[in-house]
């Protein structure tokens, strides 16, 4: 039997079936190495190090520098009797409650302004947000100051209602970031409304949340110094002792430990927001 030049030049091994080539299962081409898995990322010991030990450094050659100080009487009177530490945990205090207190109105509120029942109040409650961070700190703790009266209640109310926007914000994108598609295949599996929310929409939200929580941490440390013109207490009692008196010492100091809580808050909640974001959400190399 005649064959064609096509037929004679096919490798051996390779069958014609209705016009396409095939090979035998013993002479199959390797196949290709299954991607690279991908790792989730953890914390490098730079991240874990490198910040705690520069404020380890800032905060020792403040000390020496202290140690070394000609202090007059006014500068030794503010910083005697534990003044210093006193000011220090009421700043943490007034920090972590205000924090708190932050959590749980701007977190719920966020979810329920996406419930379909509640979203055409969502640029009403966006709106008043706005106005409570768009006033100045000093002007908001004045008049909770009038209303109020002195004291760490009219502190804690000025720093929470300052900090609720960038945690409330950052909740409402999250949840609306979520693929509907994702949210679909989760009710057609029979999960219910709560099932969801708890299992596939604030899981897929917790990068966007914890990076609300965070400028927010920053943001209260920072408020925070404003509470000693309301009676608060806090870092802010030596900074402005320092600058009324004009005591370069205790106005050093109290901005010193100010920016080093900042920095260590920050340094924290970036910690917690890789450790805490959910697995599956995790990106590495």
Do not use: C
Request: aromatic share 4%; hydrophobic share 50%.
């Amino acid at each position: 039997m005649s064959t064609s030049p096509e037929q004679r030049q096919r490798p051996e091994g390779e069958h014609e079936v209705k016009g396409l080539a095939f090979r035998d299962d013993d002479e199959a081409e390797p196949e290709a190495p299954p991607p690279r898995a991908v790792t989730a990322r953890r914390v490098s010991w730079q991240k874990l190090t490198f910040l705690p030990a520069l404020l380890v450094a800032v905060l020792l050659a403040t000390w020496l520098w202290f140690r070394q100080a000609d202090l007059d009487p006014i500068s030794e009177n503010a910083l005697a009797d534990g003044q210093v530490s006193k000011a220090l945990w009421q700043h943490i205090e007034l920090t972590v409650v205000s924090t708190f207190f932050v959590l749980i109105i701007a977190i719920p509120l966020g979810i329920l302004l996406t419930r379909k029942a509640f979203r055409k109040a969502t640029p009403v409650a966006m709106t008043i947000a706005n106005m409570g961070q768009a006033t100045p700190a000093i002007g908001l703790l004045a008049l909770l100051v009038i209303w109020l009266g002195t004291g760490t209640r009219s502190a804690l109310i000025g720093i929470t209602l300052y900090a609720i926007l960038p945690v409330l914000s950052n909740t409402i994108a999250g949840l609306k970031a979520n693929d509907p598609t994702l949210l679909e295949a989760a009710r057609g599996i029979g999960m219910s409304s709560m099932g969801v929310l708890s299992r596939v929409e604030l899981p897929l939200a917790v990068p966007l949340i914890l990076a609300g929580v965070r400028t927010a941490l920053v943001l209260n440390v920072g408020t925070a110094t404003l509470a000693t013109f309301g009676g608060g207490g806090g870092l802010g009692v030596l900074i402005t002792t320092g600058i009324t008196n004009q005591r370069m010492p205790v106005l050093v100091l109290g901005s010193i430990l100010t920016v080093s809580l900042a920095l260590l808050v920050d340094w924290l909640a970036s910690l917690a927001e890789l450790l805490l974001r959910p697995r599956g959400l995790e990106v590495g190399t």
